[in-house]
């Protein structure tokens, strides 16, 4: 399991985190998991990239520009 530290925004402070075995299929390519838990309180953390849907960012820009 491996283990990282970040600050836990629920302890306030500067924590061990762990990364349980991926379930969701994030690591069958070879890939990392982004979701990280707090050992001390639960605090859930996902690491990553947001990657936005093409067909909504089109849709938001064409509203802003007929705007």
Excluded: K, N, Y
Aim: aromatic share 4%.
């Amino acid at each position: 399991m491996d283990r990282e530290l970040w600050h836990c925004s629920d302890c306030g402070d500067e924590r061990e985190f762990v990364q349980p075995p991926c379930t969701d299929g994030h690591t069958e390519d070879g890939g990392h998991c982004p979701e990280w838990a707090c050992v001390d309180c639960g605090t859930a953390l996902v690491t990553g990239v947001v990657v936005l849907q093409p067909a909504v960012v089109a849709a938001t820009v064409r509203a802003r520009i007929a705007a």
